[in-house]
């Protein structure tokens, strides 16, 4: 069993940053990719974007496109998203995912974390 437990969230002005972690227990973290999602009040959860096992490649929504970039330490079991320029609708609770081949928009993942809140403010 996979545990995935995100850390870094918070509240940050508009223009600010802010890094999330999703610290990865119970297996080895290359042996999944990896990905975040968010989900913002009263909408459905959305993939945010994905990095594979040894994290040659990453694939973004194009709504944090150029924004938000997603890399890993598997020496650490650490996944990270580096967030910037954000927001006020980047405002959600944001997920931490794993899936044994591959973290895909509209499919979900293996494992899931249970979620840190940013909130950006106007």
């Known amino acids: 069993q996979v545990q995935l437990v995100e850390s870094g969230g918070g509240l940050v002005q508009a223009g600010g940053s802010l890094r999330l972690s999703c610290a990865v227990s119970g297996h080895t973290s290359d042996t999944y990719s990896m990905g975040w999602f968010r989900q913002a009040p009263g909408k459905e959860r959305e993939f945010a974007g994905s990095i594979s096992r040894n994290g040659d490649s990453t694939y973004y929504a194009e709504s944090v496109k150029g924004r938000f970039t997603i890399s890993r330490d598997n020496g650490k079991n650490t996944v990270n998203l580096q967030m910037n320029n954000l927001k006020p609708e980047d405002t959600a609770v944001y997920y931490c995912?794993?899936?044994?081949?591959?973290?895909?928009?509209?499919?979900?993942?293996?494992?899931w974390g249970q979620g840190t809140q940013v909130t950006v403010s106007s």
């Open positions: 995912a794993a899936d044994i081949l591959a973290v895909i928009p509209n499919l979900p993942p293996d494992y």
